[in-house]
């Protein structure tokens, strides 16, 4: 994907959510997305049509974090109520409802089963709860983390989050190692290039850095956007050419991989782009704190 074929045109603005949206999600074949925020709901569109087909009301406080099982039958959420719950997606039913943490949770993630919701909180812990169990106690609790965890991403036989003591921390689940680099600053969200390579780790102090997953080394820092004082959303294009992100300013960022070049920027919203989902096949992406779906040139 070159500069030229980045995102640049509006396409559809999803209206509904009364309050910021925290979170952008789309569902696993790209069809559809989901969308949470301060107003307690949490909301399922299709972009492409610009239609809201469905409303998930129960959190009693804001969502910070929805996901989609592989199937797109279960979702999961999390929120400033402490709880962490399991939805069906077709009834809008709670299938169950998860506590345990004992502070607001930011982020949560189906394992590739979707078998497993992995939670992260400002309690300082990660925690695994097992979605076939009748149980609403965890199964897992990592908590050596010396501030709030953030951000979490799953791999096959690990869990890495990152936390705002500055570490991203790697647990290796089948022999109970974990493995922790030091960054040196808050991290607030992080993300897994598609080939595994690489965590992309964004800083509160308006810096992106990319680090070897094997090693810890870091390859590379991307900066020009404003991240400070809120949770935003970086991940890496879906052909690892691109590093993106959104801004406190409103602006949503593209980088060039490799030499760290600003290669597009363009406004997104009025005010903090806190979210954006990326579709896995076409060369679409949703962006919030409005809300909105960007289009690539040339795609339709």
């Known amino acids: 994907m070159s500069g030229s074929e980045l995102p640049r045109k509006e396409a559809n603005v999803l209206k509904g959510h009364e309050g910021a949206v925290l979170a952008a999600r789309f569902n696993n074949d790209g069809n559809y997305c989901l969308s949470c925020g301060k107003d307690r709901t949490i909301r399922l569109w299709n972009p492409h049509r610009g239609i809201h087909i469905k409303t998930y009301k129960s959190h009693g406080r804001e969502v910070r974090d929805v996901h989609v099982t592989s199937d797109n039958s279960k979702l999961c959420s999390c929120g400033g109520d402490r709880q962490v719950f399991y939805w069906d997606v077709s009834t809008g039913r709670v299938i169950r409802k998860f506590r345990g943490h004992d502070s607001e949770v930011n982020a949560v993630k189906f394992n590739e089963y979707s078998s497993v919701v992995i939670s992260a909180g400002y309690d300082r812990s990660v925690r695994a709860w097992d979605c076939r169990s009748h149980s609403t106690e965890p199964i897992q609790i990592i908590d050596t983390f010396s501030d709030s965890v953030m951000s979490v991403c799953l791999t096959k036989t690990e869990i890495l989050a990152g936390s705002v003591d500055g570490t991203v921390r790697t647990f290796d689940i089948r022999i109970g190692r974990e493995i922790s680099d030091d960054l040196g600053q808050p991290v607030n969200c992080i993300s897994l290039s598609n080939d595994g390579n690489c965590v992309l780790a964004s800083c509160l102090d308006s810096t992106l850095r990319l680090l070897d997953r094997s090693t810890g080394e870091?390859?590379?820092?991307?900066?020009?956007?404003?991240?400070?004082?809120?949770?935003?959303?970086?991940?890496?294009?879906?052909?690892?050419?691109?590093?993106?992100?959104?801004?406190?300013?409103?602006?949503?960022?593209?980088?060039?991989?490799?030499?760290?070049?600003?290669?597009?920027?363009?406004?997104?919203?009025?005010?903090?782009?806190?979210?954006?989902?990326?579709?896995?096949?076409?060369?679409?992406?949703?962006?919030?704190?409005?809300?909105?779906?960007?289009?690539?040139?040339?795609?339709?």
């Open 218 to 300: 870091l390859l590379q820092e991307y900066k020009g956007h404003t991240c400070k004082s809120y949770k935003m959303d970086s991940c890496l294009t879906n052909t690892d050419a691109h590093v993106t992100s959104g801004s406190e300013d409103g602006f949503i960022f593209f980088w060039d991989l490799v030499d760290a070049s600003v290669v597009s920027t363009f406004r997104a919203h009025a005010s903090v782009v806190t979210s954006f989902g990326r579709h896995k096949k076409l060369k679409q992406r949703v962006s919030s704190v409005v809300y909105l779906k960007w289009e690539l040139p040339g795609t339709n």
